[in-house]
DNA sequence: CACATAATCTAGAGCGCTCTAGTTAGTATT
DNA sequence: AATACTAACTAGAGCGCTCTAGATTATGTG
C-alpha cells in the first residue's frame, strides 16, 4: 500500500505540509521553483495524493455522482460519453455506482452514492417511481437524464413527440395494425407509448398495446406470440431497441423478412441499429447530447449549491427526438 | 447537503459517537436494544453516514477498484456482472472506473481508483503494455481480467486454445482461406492471434492477418476491402464480436449471406451473437465467470494484504472457452 | 530609507469517522 | 462477600488532507 503521505513529502522536500497541499492543488501562493521542486520530490518518493482525505476536509472537491441502470444497454453508454464530455473539462470528480437490468439494485447504487457524500447525482434510467426519486433526492440535488419526473431536474427527449414520429412514420408506409411493445416495469417510459396512442388515434387506428419485460429474450417470445396470432401485426413499435431486437429475431425466426414482411421501429439509435446488418429504423433521442446537457446541469446546481445563489427552481431539458429511417421499415 | 454527523446522532440519543459507530456498523459492543434507538434516533433525524470519513478513519473498510475499458462493448458489462455476484457476497465496496474506446483514459481511470485508495484493482481490458501495467500495479495488487500479464495476477480464458478451435471449426468445415482480423492497438489480445497461426500452420494452410482498429465501421470497411480483393477469402475470424458484427456488416453489404457464402466467427461471446438475426459463431471465454474468478481473487489479495501473510506469487488463472457453433459458419 | 503592498510560506484547527485503551456496571464463581 | 469475568459503554487520539489566519520575506515607492 502506498505509505507515503503529504506530510513525508513536505519533510524531504523542506516545506511545510501546507505547501505541499497548495503545490499538488495547482492552486496560488507558491512559487514555480518551489512548486517543481514539491513536485519533484513527489513523484521521486512515488507520493499519491489521497482523494479520499481531500474530500473529507474540503469543502470545494466538487464531485458528481452518476447512476447508470444497465450496462447491458448501449443507451446508458451513450449517455455516459457525453457527461463524461462535460465533467472531464471541468475540474469535478466523477463517481459512477450501476443498477441491475430488473431495477432491483438501484436504491442500493444510489445510497452508496450519497454516503459517498457527492455534491450532485446524475441518474440515467432509474426504475423507481416518481416519488420515490423525489423521496431519495432529499438534500442533493438529482438530475433525471433520460427520463422525465416531475419535481426534479430532468433531461430528456420529447418521447411523446418521439412515439408519434414513429408511428406516423409507419402509418405513412401504409400499416394499419401497429403493435406497441411496453414495458411496465420501467417507470417513466410512458412517453413513448402515449406517443405512439396519439399517433394511432389521431388516425383513427385501433391501438394495440404489449407488455413485455426488459429481457430481450422474453421480447422475442412475446413477439413471436403476436405474429403467430390470428390477426398479426404488419408492424411493432419497441420501447426501445433492445425490445426491437427482440422482435427482428422473432421475424427472422419465422423465415420472415424485417421491412419485406413485417416492419419494426425501436428507440434509442444504439450504435447496435446503426449495423447494417440489423438495419433498424429507430428514434434517435441524441443521448451523447442528453448526457452533456444533464452534465452542465450538474455542474450549475453544484455552482449554485456552493454560492448561495437562491436555488433556482426544478428545470426541465427536453431535446427534440428524430427518426432514422432504415431497412426495418423498409419495403 | 446532509448536515446530520455521527455528533449530533449521539447527542440526541444520549450515548457517546463511539457507540453510534458501532451500532451502525453492526459491529460487537452495543445491546440490542441501545442499538435499535440509535438506528431510530439516527433515521429520524436523517442521517447518512459518510463513507468518506469511515474510509480514511478506518484501516479495515476493504474497497475494490474496477476498471472497465468501454463500456460499449458488453463484454466488460458481463465481466462486471461477474465480479458483482462476488462482491456483494462479501462486505467489500465497489469503486467503478471506465476507460475509453481507445485506450486514452486507462493510465487517468487507473490514478483515480489509486487516489482512491482501493485496496486492490481490477482491471478488464487494459490497453497499456505489459510493463506499463507492472509500472502502475505497484504497491496496490492489481488483477488482470480477460488479458493475461506476465508478473500479474490474471484471470482469463486460454485465447490460444480459443483461437484454434475458432481457427479449427472453420477449417473442419473446408475453409483453406480464412482471414484473422487482429486488433493492433490492443496489447494482450495476441493469444486468440496466435491460436489462429497454430491452426493454419497446423493444417498447412497459408496465415492472413489484417489489423483492424477498434471501430465497428472501420471493421467493416476493411474487411469489404478483403471481400473485394481479387482473391477474397471463404471465411473471417475476427478478434471479438464487435469487429465480427462489422464483417458481417460488410458482407450484408455486398448482398452476400453470411455463413452460405463467407463463414465469420467472433469472439466472447456477447449477448449479442447469441441473438438469431445475428447468429454469430463464437468462442465463448465465460466472461460472467472470469469476473466471478477475479473477483475471488481480489477478496483473496485484500485478505492476505490484511493478515500479513507473506503475499503468494503471482497467480495466473486460466479458463478453458468453447466454441458456440451459429449460423454464421454454417452452409 | 522607512513604509506599504504583495508574494510566499507556516501553524494548527478541523473534516466525520474508527479504534484502542479504559471505565463502569452486571453477572457468575468460590 | 470478595474476586473474576464479561458485557456495555466512553474518551480521545488519530486517518491525510484543506484552509484560515498569521508570520516572513521580497518588491516597490515617494
Known sequence: ??????????????????????AYRDAVGVSDATKAHIIDVGTRLGYVPNRIAA????????????FLQDLHN????????????????SDAQLVLAVGRIDGSGDAAAIRALFE?????????????????????AQGTPLISVTRDVPGI?????????????ATAHL?????????????????????????????????????????????????????????DSPHPP?????????????VLDAIVLRGLRPGKDIAVVGYDNTSLSQAP???????????IELGRSAARQALTRMADAAGDAAAEARVSIVHEPTLVARASTAR
Open 153 to 165: 431536474d430532468s433531461v430528456c427527449a420529447d418521447d411523446v413527440a418521439g412515439g408519434t414520429i
Open 277 to 287: 446488418v440489423i438495419a433498424l429504423t429507430t428514434v434517435d433521442p441524441h443521448s
Open 55 to 66: 474530500r473529507l476536509a474540503s469543502k470545494n472537491v466538487d464531485t458528481v455522482g452518476v
Open 1 to 22: 500500500m502506498s505509505r507515503i503521505t503529504m506530510e513525508d513529502v513536505a519533510r524531504e522536500a523542506g516545506v511545510s505540509r501546507a505547501l505541499v497541499s497548495i
Open 171 to 227: 402509418i405513412e408506409s401504409g400499416h394499419t395494425n401497429i403493435v406497441f411493445l411496453s414495458n411496465p416495469q420501467t417507470q417513466g417510459y410512458q412517453g413513448r407509448q402515449r406517443g405512439y396512442l396519439e399517433a394511432i388515434t389521431a388516425a383513427g387506428l385501433e391501438p394495440r398495446i404489449v407488455p413485455v419485460t426488459y429481457d430481450r429474450h422474453d421480447a422475442e417470445v412475446a413477439a413471436g406470440l403476436i405474429v
Open 116 to 136: 459517498s457524500r457527492v455534491d450532485v447525482i446524475i441518474a440515467a434510467g432509474l426504475m423507481m417511481t416518481d416519488s420515490e426519486v423525489r423521496a431519495v
Open 234 to 246: 404488419t408492424a411493432f413499435f419497441a420501447h426501445n431497441d433492445q425490445t426491437a431486437l427482440g
Open 74 to 89: 448501449e443507451v446508458f453508454a451513450d449517455v455516459f460519453d457525453g457527461i463524461r464530455d462535460i465533467i472531464d473539462d
